[in-house]
């Protein structure tokens, strides 16, 4: 029985995967087992020819395409550790990063959760700056109020480390979620009254890359509000919870409607553009986007100098936190 199962599952994975075994074996506590899953990837020839270096030194489970959710999922019910730690095939850990993470378990025996800092790599302007560098955490404590409103450090699946038991008590990941099914875990724990903590050390890198499925904002959005919404439906939470939720929904949903706008002021579709606009600036109120839509309104023929102008429009914008 390892103390630690290594949980990776892989779609579209094969450029990445063996930078992330040799993370894995690289580690300085040895204790674990790795079970990497192949959803159902289009690239399973290659993939099988990438991992065949590691095949003896790991669990290899296959299942035609059902998402993360459920891919991790797999992987949780043929896991022996006490302890599961999560990987995305195109992230790596420090060799540290499972020592680190056990050594919290270790002083804070209580704790269901533990997670760490983690710096970007790859295709992104974010490249060598870590979470928590470029977004301050703004509370200290990981509460389900903390979680819900944003203010702690967000949670990537490759920088968590759990107890099996807690994941399992939680029903697992759900599977009608490809996008942040993470977050939907950690709030549905933390909710149930597990204590998640986290370290500002950051001993795992992520990847920005085309084919990653954070790389379409939209949707990433898109699967934020999804669900938010479902935990409003199934959690019951006081007026002040709700009114948290229900601001972050509609913060979600004014950042696409800001973006859509920005697309059709691209294209030249000024009526359009000015639709999504109006819809924005209902939900976030901005000086500088009320003057691009007067311009859209009064002078739609100028949608290329509004076009131009849209860089002084977006920096007034905080940005959301990138998944």
Not at 60 to 81: E, F, H, T, V
Not at 119 to 145: C, H, I, Q
Not at 188 to 214: D, K
Not at 221 to 242: N, T, Y
Request: aromatic share 10%; charged share 25%; with cysteine.
């Amino acid at each position: 029985m390892a103390k630690v199962s290594v949980v990776i599952p892989v779609y579209n994975g094969e450029a990445f995967i063996e930078d992330a075994l040799e993370s894995v074996f690289a580690q300085t506590f040895r204790d674990f087992q790795v079970i990497v899953i192949n959803d159902g990837s289009p690239d399973t020839e290659q993939l099988e020819r990438a991992i065949a270096p590691f095949l003896t030194r790991i669990v290899y489970l296959k299942q035609d395409n059902r998402g993360p959710s459920a891919a991790r999922n797999l992987g949780i019910r043929r896991a022996q550790g006490e302890l599961l730690a999560f990987l995305d095939a195109d992230d790596v850990w420090e060799a540290e990063y499972l020592a680190e993470q056990l050594r919290m378990f270790k002083a804070y025996p209580w704790l269901d959760m533990v997670y760490c800092d983690v710096r970007f790599f790859g295709d992104t302007p974010s490249a060598g700056k870590s979470y928590m560098e470029l977004y301050p955490p703004e509370s200290n404590d990981v509460t389900f109020d903390a979680l819900l409103a944003d203010k702690c450090p967000m949670i990537f699946p490759s920088c968590l480390v759990a107890r099996r038991t807690t994941i399992m008590c939680a029903e697992l990941f759900d599977e009608a979620l490809n996008y942040s099914e993470d977050t939907d875990l950690c709030l549905r724990v933390s909710y149930g009254g597990g204590r998640i903590a986290y370290h500002r050390r950051a001993l795992a890198r992520r990847r920005a890359h085309a084919r990653s499925l954070n790389a379409n904002r939209h949707k990433v959005e898109r699967g934020l509000i999804q669900v938010l919404s479902k935990l409003g439906s199934e959690l019951e939470l006081s007026p002040a919870q709700r009114g948290i939720l229900e601001a972050r929904v509609a913060r979600f949903q004014g950042a696409i409607h800001l973006r859509e706008g920005k697309r059709f002021l691209a294209e030249g579709r000024a009526e359009e553009a000015r639709t999504s606009f109006a819809s924005a600036n209902r939900i976030l109120r901005r000086k500088k986007l009320s003057l691009v839509l007067a311009g859209l309104r009064y002078a739609p023929g100028l949608t290329r100098w509004a076009a131009m102008t849209w860089q002084a429009v977006e920096s007034s914008f905080p940005q959301l936190k990138p998944r």
